[in-house]
């Protein structure tokens, strides 16, 4: 607290006084009642392409190469870039999540594997 001293008609008076300006600001007290729900799981993502046992066997002998050409070519960097992308397909095409394709059958023989293209070359093709 300060004095400040003014001259009013001869006389000193001191006067006591704030600071210019305080902020008394009271955040008000609001409850807030909050209602939790159980978590839901995400469903497993169902096969969208049925298979046969035999051709789930050839797409997952095919993934199997497909890693096992991915770690042999580990110290290569550039053809990593489209290895590990065809690696992750191989796999959904395995829990029939994607379609096997032509396409990336032959992809896989000439960039992936040999072995893995010819085993999703003889496997069923979905599209």
Avoid: H
């Avoid at 006084?17 to 939790?36: C, D, I, K, L, M």
């Amino acid at each position: 607290m300060r004095l400040a001293f003014f001259f009013s008609w001869g006389k000193v008076r001191a006067l006591r006084y704030q600071q210019p300006y305080q902020a008394t600001y009271e955040q008000p007290q609001v409850s807030y009642q909050q209602v939790y729900a159980q978590p839901v799981a995400a469903a497993a993502p169902t096969a969208l392409y049925p298979m046969t046992d035999t051709d789930r066997n050839l797409r997952l002998v095919a993934f199997i190469f497909c890693i096992l050409s991915l770690v042999g070519s580990c110290w290569l960097i550039i053809p990593l870039a489209w290895m590990i992308p065809m690696s992750v397909i191989s796999w959904g095409i395995y829990k029939g999540t994607k379609a096997n394709t032509v396409a990336f059958d032959v992809c896989t023989l000439i960039f992936c594997s040999l072995v893995a293209g010819i085993l999703l070359l003889c496997s069923n093709k979905d599209r």
